[in-house]
């Protein structure tokens, strides 16, 4: 099986991958099935010197390495760093081992997939780091690279998953980041934005948004779901 990397800017090319006759949920992987600001700034702190906590993450890293990406030099500077974290990183990332309990259950009745916005360069470690804590849950065909960071420009960060997550057939995206949940929201989707993390407060969520703190909530949010599905 195949594991499709698909561009923000070129979401047809999914239209014709999934064809599920369950509902289709969407499940990102940094800060929703992995544990990664936690990672990042334990890293970006023993490797660079800074002095970052979880609280300070912002998915700009840009903007915590103080780097101006209007410069070309910034820009190779935050690709270096980007490339030395994820090679050091990602296969020992924590999960949330409540999520694996979790997902068992949705499975009975929705179809679950992986889209992520991690580059195309990581995907060997990720589908490897899937399989190991996710075990069962997601097969490999199932688990999309949105592209955003491929090639890194200045607004590279500002991308949503809207349009791929519709070009998918997704009913549902569980997301971290407010800005996939209203992308979501714009495309005709239902976002659940995942967790309670200080990131989430700075940027406007739309008003139809679901907020869900833990896997604990996801489950109940669907639960609730199944019911509305079956009237």
Known sequence: MSTSSLSAAQ??????????????????????????????????????????????????????????????????????????????????????????EVLVELKKDF?????????????????????????????????????????MTNDSFKKDKGALLKSLGASYHIDDQPKHCNGAVAQGLTGLLFGDYRWQRTEPVDDTVVRVKNWKEILEYFNAERQRISQ
């Not at 047809?12 to 544990?35: E, F, G, M, N, Q």
């Not at 935050?78 to 694996?100: C, K, Q």
């Not at 780091?129 to 090639?151: L, N, T, V």
């Open 111 to 151: 179809d679950l997939i992986v889209v992520t916005a991690r580059r195309l360069s990581t995907k060997g470690d990720t589908l490897a780091w899937i399989q190991e804590r996710y075990e069962g849950i997601f097969s490999e065909d199932k688990i999309f690279f949105a592209g955003f960071y491929d090639d």
């Open 11 to 100: 979401p047809l090319r999914a239209a014709a991958t999934l064809s599920s006759k369950k509902p289709i949920i969407a499940i990102d992987v940094d800060d929703v099935l992995a544990a990664n600001a936690a990672a990042f700034v334990e890293f970006s702190n023993e490797r660079w010197g800074t002095n970052l906590t979880a609280d300070d993450y912002h998915d700009d890293w840009a903007l915590l390495w103080q780097l101006d990406k209007a410069h070309e030099q910034s820009l190779q500077t935050i690709n270096e760093r980007s490339g030395l974290y994820f090679e050091h990183s990602l296969r020992t990332m924590e999960h949330d081992v409540s999520a694996h």
